[in-house]
């Protein structure tokens, strides 16, 4: 079986400039087709801004005439202690994924999209509750309860911890950079800069984000797997696009360091074929290590999928095509890794590669039903969406056909619908399975509209196939033997010709460069936003001494995360 993936630009060149003009990418088929989803857009969007508490963000599901039930071991101890006597008067707003940030940046999406005020309206009111219960340290909890507006006046002093992961910190500093974007209001900026500060002060000297920020002398006197470097539900990851997006809005070269940081500590520790994947987290010689009792020194397939996402859009913001060329093998890892079409397991054992899945006892199960409950064993985890945009299918195979001497996905060339998207904290689940989690129809369950409606936003104006230049043949192109379980695949997999190489810091593939640029410019394109980004020309060095270097990619504007 051999993988051959297309390249993605048709009949671009480093001499073209792009401008407002050029049509969006059509994802939804039809203008029918078009209009049914803007249509179930708006529906998921009108329910969602009813649903807002009063005084700002979202809340968890919960029964008619019950309080929101909490998740996290600080605050289920204060209701444990507060409720009995009648002091548990806070409301409970849900930060983590989907959550309050991310509904706040659809419905920013969606004004965007249709003009309707009251979208932008919902969006301010939970920015404006972000401002108002902001840590002291900058950053924000995974849940927060709040009374009249504020943070409850014991949170701060009793519990106060800062969490990175589930795109709680960094979720919220974009939606705060969002508004400030959209809407002008300094408190917006000054909110989102102290975030920012936290980043930056919470990155390790790898370049890569702990699970939890923690002051220096916690992290020395009483150190824990929270502080790993860590990948597990998105805390690197979400930390560099937050930084790409600072650095975008803000101007700010600083920024734009750091998520190169971070992405160079990517580039480091993915693992070698045939498992070019990620772990979970890594010790300090960016070795897989354990976490929870649960959460094995593995391969995940969910967090390498945040990673490939991640240098992506580290690439397409930077113009440097060594990010695209990184995740050439963890895409075939991933193509030969599902335990059947559409589906992966979440961990993979080092070694074999075989599933890995851990019971209640905190001992290995051989299938996910006899899994630990509560937990993500199984999913599509996005990967389908990602293969899509590269062009290619969930068995890592390329399917294109050639248009103006390039070879296009055909999803592109018939317009079909992309595999559906998921963000942060949206597992999905396999094919044939009975939808579970946020799949599940729930009219009145805030954080499956808000994964609803990123999902359609996501088919209306998809992400540009960033990277796919890279995935093309002769640089990769390999022989699988017949598929097998993922125990088997180990040593299964053969290179015929050249394997990719390691990338090389500076090297640029060209047709890869023309690609960014003319990806950046379809998605301002769909976002109706001004174009105009262009490679320079070869320009001579100021030291005089006739060298010759090629200018990086520029664009007045990074490309929308």
């Given at each position: ?15 073209t400039m792009c401008s407002a003009h ?306 050439v093998d963890a895409i075939h890892w ?133 990277c796919a230049a890279a995935l093309r ?89």
């Amino acid at each position: 079986m051999l993988l051959v993936v297309a390249a993605v630009a048709a009949g671009v060149s480093s001499s073209t400039m792009c401008s407002a003009h050029e049509p969006a990418p059509a994802t939804v088929g039809t203008s029918d087709g078009r209009e049914r989803a803007t249509r179930e857009l708006e529906a998921a969007l009108d329910r969602l801004v009813t649903l807002e508490r009063a005084g700002g963000g979202w809340a968890a599901a919960s029964a008619a005439g019950t309080r929101p039930q909490p998740s996290t071991a600080p605050l289920k101890l204060a209701e444990r202690l507060a409720a009995p006597f009648g002091l548990a008067r806070w409301d409970l707003v849900v930060l983590r994924s989907p959550g309050t940030p991310a509904a706040g940046l659809v419905l920013l999406d969606g004004y965007r999209l249709t003009g309707r005020a009251a979208y932008l309206a919902a969006a301010a009111r939970a920015g404006d509750l972000l401002v108002a219960i902001q840590l002291p340290s900058g950053g924000w909890f995974s849940e927060v309860p709040v009374e009249g507006g504020a943070l409850a006046p014991w949170f701060a002093t009793t519990v106060g911890r800062t969490t990175l992961d589930d795109d709680v910190t960094p979720g919220a500093t974009r939606l705060l950079l969002a508004l400030w974007e959209t809407t002008g209001e300094t408190r917006y900026r000054a909110a989102a800069e102290r975030a920012l500060a936290l980043l930056l002060r919470a990155q390790l000297p790898s370049g890569a984000f702990p699970l939890k920020w923690h002051p220096h002398w916690q992290r020395v006197l009483w150190p824990t797997s929270e502080d790993l470097a860590t990948l597990n539900d998105g805390a690197t990851t979400q930390a560099l696009t937050t930084l790409l997006a600072g650095s975008r809005t803000l101007g700010r070269a600083d920024l734009l360091a750091a998520a190169r940081r971070a992405g160079e500590w990517l580039v480091q520790v993915r693992g070698a074929l045939p498992q070019a994947g990620w772990a979970q987290q890594y010790d300090g010689a960016d070795r897989p290590a354990p976490a929870r009792r649960f959460e094995p020194a593995a391969l995940a397939s969910w967090e390498s999928r945040y990673a490939i996402d991640a240098l992506v859009t580290l690439a397409a913001a930077t113009g440097d095509a060594r990010y695209c060329a990184a995740i050439v093998d963890a895409i075939h890892w991933l193509a030969h890794s599902a335990i059947r079409r559409g589906c992966w397991a979440r961990f993979y054992a080092l070694g074999t590669n075989a599933p890995l899945y851990v019971g209640p006892d905190d001992r290995p199960v051989d299938t996910p039903g006899a899994a630990r409950p509560g937990y993500d064993w199984t999913g599509d985890y996005g990967i389908p969406a990602l293969f899509a945009r590269l062009g290619i299918d969930a068995e890592g195979e390329g399917h294109g056909r050639e248009v103006g001497g390039l070879s296009v996905p055909v999803v592109l060339v018939h317009h079909r619908p992309l595999p559906t998207d998921r963000i942060p904290g949206d597992a999905g689940h396999c094919p044939g399975a009975h939808p579970q989690g946020y799949d599940r129809y729930a009219p009145d369950d805030p954080r499956a509209l808000v994964t609803h409606a990123a999902a359609l936003l996501a088919a209306l104006h998809p992400e540009p196939p960033v990277c796919a230049a890279a995935l093309r043949a002769p640089t990769m192109e390999r022989t699988v033997t017949t598929r097998q379980t993922p125990a088997a695949i180990h040593g299964n997999v053969y290179f015929k010709g050249k394997a990719s190489e390691p990338p090389r810091r500076g090297s640029v593939d060209a047709s890869a460069e023309r690609l960014l640029k003319s990806s950046i410019c379809g998605r301002r394109a769909a976002l109706q936003t001004r174009c105009a980004a262009r490679v320079g020309s070869p320009q001579r060095l100021p030291d005089g001494r006739g060298r010759r270097r090629r200018s990086r990619l520029r664009s007045d504007r990074v490309a929308a995360l």
